[in-house]
């Protein structure tokens, strides 16, 4: 799929990711009319109109708005789709019901993603005739910002759905990794949630408040992290002698931190206190600011490493 034409994309579900995926695919599709959306919520129209905007901040895009092909039929919504994505609620049934259909009307070589941030495809898959059609593209949220998607097949998806897929969003100078395994949470979220899990410790234990964690990590791993990652990190951290130089230097701390790391689990009486302390600090968090300042991050990154910025998510020429 070299340039967008011919492709039609089909959105199932216009929530927080649904709409986020639209934003990005106005930004690619030469017309908003090769962008179709469905989602069972009433006056879905008006919706769309007053929620979608604010993924622009609030600029006027009313005139592409009215463009996209707002369906309440999923079979008018995927009958000629090229992509579809789905990002309906996180709930088997559903989603077992709309692939079931959905690959009943949809073109047969229409490739079918699933934006689940853990329900596998083999499990979504069950009451699918043709098992091999489904993938999980799961994506980093907000997904009109974040380059990453996850591609996790399930054991019966075809290896030319992963490539197609792959393919579609590389050349959208976006970042899919094939994940080899259905792994609980796939990979991203399980890295995040784990450092959530020592972080939640840390708080509980009263080492340091819910802010003060957070400083820690934004004026230390966050900005590292977004240049390079903890193995290129600490391969450079140990200088000449790359990761084993680090491990070699400062494995045994490495050692001790594991070994007193918190087992802590969601139940446990430590909610209310780390609960109470992000409210009374943050209340609600402007997403709109931390959605500006990653775009600027992300663009630096991409001008300092490819020498080009693609980030843009302005709707194009319609
Ligand atoms: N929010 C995140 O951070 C995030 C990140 C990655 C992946 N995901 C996954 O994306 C999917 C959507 O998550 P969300 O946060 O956008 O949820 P959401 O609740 O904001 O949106 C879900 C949308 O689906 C619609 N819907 C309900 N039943 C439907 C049906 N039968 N057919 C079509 N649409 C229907 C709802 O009206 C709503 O607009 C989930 O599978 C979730 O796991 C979410
Ligand atoms: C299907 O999509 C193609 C490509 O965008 C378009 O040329 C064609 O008119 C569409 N057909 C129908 C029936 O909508």
């Known amino acids: 799929m070299d340039r967008n034409e011919n492709v039609n994309i089909t959105l199932i579900g216009a929530g927080t990711i649904g709409l986020s995926f639209a934003a990005f695919h106005l930004a690619h599709l030469p017309s908003p009319s090769q962008l179709t959306i469905y989602d069972t919520r009433?006056?879905?129209?008006?919706?769309?109109?007053?929620?979608?905007?604010?993924?622009?901040?609030?600029?006027?895009?009313?005139?592409?708005?009215?463009?996209?092909?707002v369906v309440s039929s999923l079979e008018d919504a995927v009958r000629n789709a090229t992509i579809i994505q789905e990002s309906g609620p996180e709930n088997l049934d559903i989603k077992r019901k709309l692939w079931a259909q959905v690959?009943?009307?949809?073109?047969?070589?229409?490739?079918?993603?699933?934006?689940?941030?853990?329900?596998?495809?083999?499990?979504?898959?069950?009451?699918?005739?043709?098992?091999?059609?489904?993938?999980?593209?799961?994506?980093?949220?907000?997904?009109?910002?974040?380059?990453?998607?996850?591609?996790?097949?399930?054991?019966?998806?075809?290896?030319?759905?992963?490539?197609?897929?792959k393919a579609f969003w590389e050349s959208h100078h976006r970042t899919p990794i094939h994940i080899k395994r259905e792994t609980t949470g796939f990979v991203a979220n399980r890295l995040a949630f784990a450092l959530l899990r020592e972080a939640i410790h840390l708080v509980s234990e009263g080492v340091v408040s819910v802010s003060e964690l957070d400083k820690i990590v934004e004026n230390s791993m966050g900005?590292?992290?977004?240049?390079?990652?903890?193995?290129?990190?600490?391969?450079?951290?140990?200088g000449a002698a790359g990761l084993e130089g680090f491990f070699g230097n400062i494995g045994q701390t490495v050692q001790n931190c594991w070994d007193d790391a918190g087992q802590v689990n969601?139940?446990?009486?430590?909610?209310?206190?780390?609960?109470?302390?992000?409210?009374?600090?943050?209340g609600t968090v402007d997403t709109e600011e931390r959605d500006r300042i990653t775009r600027r991050i992300l663009q630096v990154i991409q001008e300092e490493k490819m020498g080009k910025v693609y980030g843009d998510v302005e709707p194009s020429s319609s």
């Open 103 to 165: 690959e009943y009307h949809a073109p047969k070589d229409s490739l079918l993603w699933t934006s689940t941030s853990g329900i596998p495809a083999s499990h979504q898959s069950r009451d699918m005739s043709d098992k091999t059609r489904l993938l999980v593209v799961h994506p980093y949220n907000p997904p009109h910002i974040m380059p990453l998607l996850e591609l996790v097949p399930s054991p019966s998806t075809s290896d030319t759905v992963i490539q197609r897929t």
């Open 223 to 238: 900005p590292r992290w977004a240049v390079a990652g903890p193995f290129k990190s600490y391969h450079a951290g140990g």
């Open 266 to 282: 969601v139940g446990e009486g430590w909610e209310k206190g780390v609960f109470d302390m992000a409210k009374d600090e943050y």
């Open 42 to 69: 009433p006056d879905l129209a008006r919706y769309i109109q007053e929620t979608l905007p604010n993924f622009y901040s609030g600029k006027d895009i009313s005139s592409t708005i009215l463009k996209i092909n």
